[in-house]
């Protein structure tokens, strides 16, 4: 699996767009089956915090809601720009608990990446 290294706005950047273009292949393909959406969510922040810089990790929890959102722009139903707003006003109200389980693994991957940096620090010792 590669390794790349986000920044921060790599990420919310990252974050967003697999998320908008999962939510318009949700909407095609399935017609819009929320909890598909929302379990691929959360593989896409463990995903995203797994791949954020070291400098930049407490990025990764803070674009999940964003990309949460943007993804869900293709699934909001509603006609015109207040309808398709009420839409996805109510899809993030309803499907709120996805929202949280997504930010929650990118925060706790986070931890765990830090938490694993600073054990790892700690172990080196300095060349001779």
Known sequence: ?????????GAGLFCGA????L?????????????VYGVL???VCVVTALWVRRADLPAAPVA????????LLPLAEGDGFLGTLM???TALATQAVWLYV???????TVLLRRCALRLGAGTRRPAR
């Open 18 to 21: 697999v998320m908008c273009a």
């Open 102 to 108: 997504g930010t929650l693994a990118a925060a706790v």
């Open 1 to 9: 699996m590669p390794r790349p290294r986000l920044t921060g706005l």
């Open 87 to 89: 839409g996805l006003v």
């Open 23 to 35: 939510g318009g292949l949700d909407a095609l393909l399935l017609g819009g089956i929320m909890a």
């Open 41 to 43: 969510f959360v593989l």
């Open 64 to 71: 999940a809601p964003i990309g949460f959102a943007l993804g």
